[in-house]
């Protein structure tokens, strides 16, 4: 999903007139996809006229320069792929600022430590569907329920958990919508029904997430465990005959957050960028810009396309993410141990 790319992009726009013009330049670290760079970064630059340059690589390559750099800070910026793991584990590596409009943001979604800056929601799991093979077999396809028709089993594609950050979001959000009681993540019912899909899978796993969505597409599979944003870009770029389903029993979204690096030589752009993403303007071109499938933390200016549907269709869960982060390496144990046997 993420293109590494171990070098630096200079990203210089030089305007004759410009609405909003700031002063220096801001560094950004990220392992954002191009959508968010042309939708969310391009308009800030174009905006206010600011040298930007970015660096992009994968998140985990993103914390390893961050901490190394921490006496010396080179990155202004880490836009997305924040979460509240790492700042609990490194409560110096960020600064803290609390954007201009956080009280605008659902309470779930905003920064009360003052850290993170929620800006896009991100993770939502979807079934993609090949509806001509669902025809042919006879099935219909809704819910998580309908995965466990036995004239499915073999025709169902996953990445693995251990590998995808997709498929582990799909997996944490089974456990969520299937499980019961005070934690759901470790009920009974949420582990029979991975063990059943386990069963279903038939010993097969795809090499990673796009492959998910390709291998439905091509008719390999009648569906695959996939994610909103993959699935609608998908879809919105011309493939036909495939459809996203929203499992019936419950969809949750994960907020990606952007934050500050503490001791940014340029603070002051820093804090315009962390405004910048939860701006009406920045969250309503998201929502309205043409051929975006990105959706934006601020659910009031969220427009609903023929790719993305309105959250008051769907069955709405909210995760505890400071449990599945905190506990990914025993969700991935109980799913290992279940695929191995």
Request: some cysteine.
């Amino acid at each position: 999903m993420h293109k590494l790319i171990a070098l630096a992009l200079t990203l210089i726009l030089c305007l004759t007139a410009v609405a909003a013009v700031a002063e220096g330049n801001l560094v950004i670290y990220t392992p954002n996809p191009d959508a968010e760079i042309q939708y969310i970064l391009n308009p800030f630059i174009e905006k206010y006229g600011i040298e930007v340059e970015m660096l992009s690589m994968g998140t985990g390559e993103c914390y390893t320069r961050l901490l190394a750099e921490q006496d010396a800070p080179i990155a202004d910026v880490m836009f997305g792929g924040v979460e509240s793991t790492w700042t609990h584990d490194y409560p110096d590596l960020f600064a803290t600022y609390v954007a201009n409009g956080d009280d605008k943001l659902p309470a779930e979604y905003q920064n009360p430590d003052g850290m993170i800056t929620n800006y896009i929601l991100g993770g939502s799991c979807v079934i993609i569907v090949n509806e001509e093979l669902e025809k042919e077999l006879g099935v219909t396809i809704n819910s998580y329920e309908d995965l466990l028709n036995p004239a499915l089993k073999g025709m169902i594609a996953s990445a693995d958990p251990n590998a995808s950050s997709s498929s582990f979001a799909h997996l944490s959000n089974i456990l969520l919508a299937r499980g019961d009681g005070e934690n759901p993540y470790e009920s009974e019912a949420a582990w029979n029904y991975v063990a059943a899909l386990i069963e279903q899978l038939d010993g097969s796993l795809t090499s990673g997430s796009s492959a998910v969505y390709k291998g439905v597409a091509n008719g390999e599979y009648v569906a695959g465990l996939s994610y909103e944003v993959g699935v609608a870009g998908f879809i919105a770029n011309g493939a036909e005959g495939v459809r996203a389903v929203y499992p019936t029993e419950g969809v949750c979204w994960t907020p990606v957050g952007s934050a500050i690096v503490n001791g940014a030589k340029n603070m002051d752009n820093a804090k315009l960028f962390m405004d910048w993403l939860i701006s009406d303007e920045c969250q309503t071109n998201m929502a309205t810009a043409e051929g975006s499938v990105l959706r934006g933390v601020r659910t009031d200016l969220f427009v609903p396309t023929e790719y993305m549907p309105s959250f008051d269709t769907l069955n709405l869960k909210q995760e505890d993410s400071e449990y599945t982060s905190g506990n990914k390496q025993t969700i991935l144990d109980h799913w290992n141990d279940l695929w191995n046997k």
